[in-house]
């Protein structure tokens, strides 16, 4: 193998981090269609199953964005992406909350600054769009 045909650090790193963004957007996808899938249920299954499965699954989903989120910071602090201004700071309400909601694809996060509303739907088309780009994918 030639040196030209080794992957530089940088670029090895960006696919990393690549692939880690597209593992974490199908987790989070997974435990939305969870959540969609236990709404389905009520009334066919105990109440009480459903809500403690629910309550579940939004510990998963907040621990999921959060991570994501950290992921999406690392990208931009090592100048992979550009984070818009509104992203930025959903991103950093989601890793600094300590409490969470969750209700059909609303986000609510209370932190220190109160109680701030997650634009989900942005952030996982941000999300898309990174995978997608053609820039990153011919790495």
Known sequence: M?????????????????EALEDNVVSVEMILNRLNQIESKKGVFDAYILQHDRSRTIL?????????????RKMAENLFIVTPDELRKDMNSIIHSNRFEYNRLE?????QK??????????LAFCHHI?????????
């Open 131 to 139: 995978l997608s780009s053609d820039k990153l994918r011919n790495l």
């Open 107 to 111: 986000v609510i996060v209370y932190s």
């Open 60 to 72: 998963d989903l907040e621990l999921s964005l959060a991570t994501l989120c950290v992921l999406l």
């Open 114 to 123: 109160g109680k701030e509303h997650v634009d989900l739907n942005a952030l």
């Open 2 to 18: 030639n040196r030209g045909d080794i992957m530089s650090k940088r670029d090895l790193k960006q696919l990393c981090y690549l």
